[in-house]
């Protein structure tokens, strides 16, 4: 018997996150032991980490992620868990539907709104403890 499947909204895979303590050590790895391209580099104040973008081919990339100050949200995660996958993101077409959605389903979310990043990306995280473990950051980019 075969089942009718609803129609879902195109998500795409934007990037996979990863929290690291040594980030030239990091972009070494990907970057020459990988043969992976720096896509982008910068430093988050805001968030206090500096963080670099890989190249995975197409528009997907790999976000090496590492804390400026040992007071960062970033830090308390590294000193908690460790060098590791922090989070999965993908790109939405409306983040705020997609967080009324989530919220209404019983998933929890970090943000109760989304933050801007400076170049107008609008982003949020969901919390891992209600999404199987995994945090999921979801990204609408400035149209």
């Known amino acids: 018997m075969r089942r009718k499947i609803k129609q879902m909204a195109k998500r795409l895979l934007d990037h996979v996150g990863i929290v690291t303590a040594d980030i ?25 980490v500096d963080i670099v973008f890989i190249d995975a081919g197409g528009d997907r990339t790999i976000e ?23 989070h999965v ?3 939405v077409d409306d983040i705020e539907a997609v967080m009324a959605r989530l919220t209404a389903q019983g998933f929890e979310l970090i943000n109760e709104a989304p933050r801007r990043r400076h170049d ?24």
């Open 24 to 48: 030239s050590t990091a972009v070494r790895f990907w970057r020459d032991g990988l043969e992976m391209g720096v896509k982008m580099e910068e430093r988050n104040d805001e968030e206090a």
């Open 64 to 86: 090496l992620i590492a804390p400026t100050t040992e007071d960062s949200g970033i830090a308390k995660y590294l000193n908690k868990k460790g060098q590791g996958q922090h």
């Open 120 to 143: 107008g990306t609008l982003y949020a995280f969901t919390h891992p403890k209600s999404t199987g473990g995994v945090m999921v950051e979801l990204y609408q980019k400035p149209e």
């Open 89 to 91: 993101c993908i790109e």
